[in-house]
């Protein structure tokens, strides 16, 4: 088979590294790749967001499926464009159409999605510029701290927490009144703070059956202790250690089996994989919000951690035989540390160049914000490269990951030493 990946992060590094592996693989294109994906694949430099560039791209490599790594194209519905057109409907894309994008795509949505099904999430409000009168009056409602919501996407920069009620108020009036986040902040959602701990939960589905993938948990500021500005990621771990047999029973019950059933009764069709933002509070689960598709960089230690042949399990996943697959997991845990740059995620270089990769041994590399000139891996991105490594619990683990990030060097380098602290 040919395959076409579309993405350029460690998630696709990541995706493109375990189909490699399949005997079924033919020849994997990327784009638009990077440094770590061009020597494992073809890096095809096109722009994903211009579907019929991918449609020409499509037909001239013979491509019999599509995998897409990032949530813009599919908010933007290139699974719609692929089914509506005659020369590509045939061909199989591993990521949901549309409407089921929504689910990421607005917040709003998936809240009023998540309350028609019954599935448990903070309670919320949602305001425009007309009601931001009322917006104040919901805050006034609530207790410290207040958390307000994009209802667009917003490169997963979208979400601000705040102790104190006046700035809340300026913040909100700062969304909707001057476009803050852009179109984003059209919308904005007000939710109540629920207080526990983060993970994330993946499942693939068929549209008819499911899988439910390993769990992990990430790690989303800069500063060490959790603190400063978000990230795209600075690393992740899995399994989660305190998302024991009993806490993913109840998550199944009450959150991934709604799910998948609420798609089913809204017609909502669904191939690809969802991404459930989970809190713990207290013994239960909330959701905080969905994705529609892997997450970066939990994709980095979900993947590695899985057995089976991921092309065969994309044909299932396109021909609704999801149930004929049994998911074999490898009971180590995984740890990937995100190596970045100076500055991010406010502004940062690019183009310094990496060394000493070739130097790790016992881990593996993927590669995030990288492109390669004149022979040499230089920087392309505020996240650069993860460094993923297997051990008999995370501490191991970790451990292995950290020694291996020493040997990397570039200007600016810069990672948290601090993963799994409260764990």
Request: charged share 25%; proline share 4%; hydrophobic share 40%.
């Given at each position: 088979m040919n395959i076409l990946l579309l993405g350029s992060g460690g998630r696709e590094h990541t995706l493109a590294w375990k189909l490699s592996q399949s005997p079924k693989l033919q020849h994997l294109f990327v784009a638009p790749g990077n440094a770590g994906t061009s020597s494992i694949a073809t890096n095809l430099y096109l722009n994903i967001n211009d579907f019929d560039e991918v449609k020409k791209a499509v037909l001239n490599n013979d491509i019999h499926m599509v995998i897409i790594g990032p949530e813009d194209p599919l908010v933007n519905g290139i699974h719609d464009y692929f089914l509506q057109d005659t020369a590509l409907k045939d061909i199989p894309v591993i990521g949901p159409e549309k409407l089921a994008a929504t689910l990421e795509g607005s917040k709003d949505f998936a809240k009023q999605f998540m309350m028609r099904h019954g599935i448990p999430t903070a309670a919320y409000q949602s305001f425009t510029a007309?009601?931001?009168?009322?917006?104040?009056?919901?805050?006034?409602?609530?207790?410290?701290?207040?958390?307000?919501?994009?209802?667009?996407?917003?490169?997963?920069?979208?979400?601000?927490?705040?102790?104190?009620?006046?700035?809340?108020?300026?913040?909100?009036?700062?969304m909707l009144l001057e476009s803050k986040f852009g179109k984003a902040s059209t919308t904005v959602v007000i939710e109540e703070f629920l207080s526990g701990i983060e993970l994330s939960c993946f499942v693939l589905t068929d549209g008819k059956h499911y899988k439910v993938l390993p769990t992990a948990k990430d790690y989303k500021k800069i500063g060490e202790g959790d603190r400063g500005l978000n990230t795209g990621g600075m690393g992740a771990i899995s399994p989660v250690p305190f998302a024991?047999?009993?806490?993913?029973?109840?998550?199944?019950?009450?959150?991934?089996?709604?799910?998948?059933?609420?798609?089913?009764?809204?017609?909502?069709?669904?191939?690809?994989?969802?991404?459930?933002?989970?809190?713990?509070?207290?013994?239960?689960?909330?959701?905080?919000?969905?994705?529609?598709?892997?997450?970066?960089?939990?994709?980095?230690?979900?993947?590695?951690?899985?057995?089976?042949?991921?092309?065969?399990?994309f044909e299932a996943a396109a021909d609704q035989t999801l149930d004929s697959?049994?998911?074999?997991?490898?009971?180590?845990?995984?740890?990937?540390?995100?190596?970045?740059?100076?500055?991010?995620?406010?502004?940062?270089?690019k183009g310094y160049e990496i060394q000493g990769l070739e130097s790790?041994?016992?881990?593996?590399?993927?590669?995030?914000?990288?492109?390669?000139?004149?022979?040499?891996?230089?920087?392309n991105g505020g996240r650069v490269i993860a460094v993923t490594s297997f051990g008999k619990d995370h501490v191991e683990a970790l451990q292995k990951s950290y020694r291996n990030v020493e040997k990397i060097g570039f200007e600016g380098k810069y990672y948290r030493k601090d993963l799994g602290f409260d764990l």
């Amino acid at each position: 088979m040919n395959i076409l990946l579309l993405g350029s992060g460690g998630r696709e590094h990541t995706l493109a590294w375990k189909l490699s592996q399949s005997p079924k693989l033919q020849h994997l294109f990327v784009a638009p790749g990077n440094a770590g994906t061009s020597s494992i694949a073809t890096n095809l430099y096109l722009n994903i967001n211009d579907f019929d560039e991918v449609k020409k791209a499509v037909l001239n490599n013979d491509i019999h499926m599509v995998i897409i790594g990032p949530e813009d194209p599919l908010v933007n519905g290139i699974h719609d464009y692929f089914l509506q057109d005659t020369a590509l409907k045939d061909i199989p894309v591993i990521g949901p159409e549309k409407l089921a994008a929504t689910l990421e795509g607005s917040k709003d949505f998936a809240k009023q999605f998540m309350m028609r099904h019954g599935i448990p999430t903070a309670a919320y409000q949602s305001f425009t510029a007309e009601t931001l009168e009322k917006g104040f009056a919901f805050l006034e409602t609530l207790k410290p701290p207040y958390v307000l919501k994009a209802d667009g996407l917003a490169a997963g920069k979208g979400v601000v927490i705040l102790a104190d009620i006046e700035e809340a108020r300026a913040e909100l009036s700062h969304m909707l009144l001057e476009s803050k986040f852009g179109k984003a902040s059209t919308t904005v959602v007000i939710e109540e703070f629920l207080s526990g701990i983060e993970l994330s939960c993946f499942v693939l589905t068929d549209g008819k059956h499911y899988k439910v993938l390993p769990t992990a948990k990430d790690y989303k500021k800069i500063g060490e202790g959790d603190r400063g500005l978000n990230t795209g990621g600075m690393g992740a771990i899995s399994p989660v250690p305190f998302a024991e047999e009993t806490f993913m029973a109840k998550v199944n019950k009450q959150i991934i089996v709604p799910t998948i059933q609420g798609l089913q009764k809204d017609n909502i069709p669904y191939r690809g994989f969802i991404f459930i933002g989970l809190i713990k509070v207290g013994e239960d689960p909330f959701v905080i919000e969905y994705n529609v598709r892997l997450g970066d960089p939990e994709t980095e230690v979900i993947l590695p951690r899985i057995k089976n042949d991921l092309l065969t399990v994309f044909e299932a996943a396109a021909d609704q035989t999801l149930d004929s697959i049994d998911l074999e997991i490898d009971e180590r845990s995984a740890v990937t540390v995100m190596t970045v740059s100076g500055g991010y995620p406010e502004a940062y270089k690019k183009g310094y160049e990496i060394q000493g990769l070739e130097s790790i041994t016992d881990s593996l590399v993927f590669h995030a914000g990288t492109t390669i000139k004149d022979n040499k891996i230089l920087t392309n991105g505020g996240r650069v490269i993860a460094v993923t490594s297997f051990g008999k619990d995370h501490v191991e683990a970790l451990q292995k990951s950290y020694r291996n990030v020493e040997k990397i060097g570039f200007e600016g380098k810069y990672y948290r030493k601090d993963l799994g602290f409260d764990l």
